[in-house]
């Protein structure tokens, strides 16, 4: 995330490898789709929170665009947790069939 936060903001962000992997883990965990979202939600409510708790320490300048990038990043790892969970699952489901 800090790495994030210092790109430029033209910047396009790389693709999380370590998002996949926590996909990959979660469903070997037995997690559901709505556990993972809740659980990246839960992130976001934790990130925000401490936000504010430290409101004294922040530039607002530049407050609001950090926001959108943490907010951004927090999505996109959740997208790519999804998309490496489903794509388990359509293997696992086909080897199931099979």
Do not use: W
């Not at 504010?52 to 790519?80: F, G, M, R, S, W």
């Amino acid at each position: 995330m800090i790495a994030r936060l210092h790109l430029e903001s033209s910047t396009k962000a790389p693709i999380s490898v370590a998002a996949s992997h926590h996909g990959d883990l979660r469903r070997k965990q037995g997690y559901s789709v709505a556990m993972v979202v809740e659980e990246s939600r839960l992130l976001q409510v934790c990130l925000f929170s401490n936000l504010h708790k430290n409101t004294k320490q922040l530039n607002y300048e530049n407050l609001l665009p950090d926001v959108v990038i943490i907010a951004d990043k927090v999505d996109a790892q959740l997208k790519q947790q999804m998309l490496r969970y489903m794509a388990a699952n359509a293997v696992g489901t086909k080897s199931k069939v099979h």
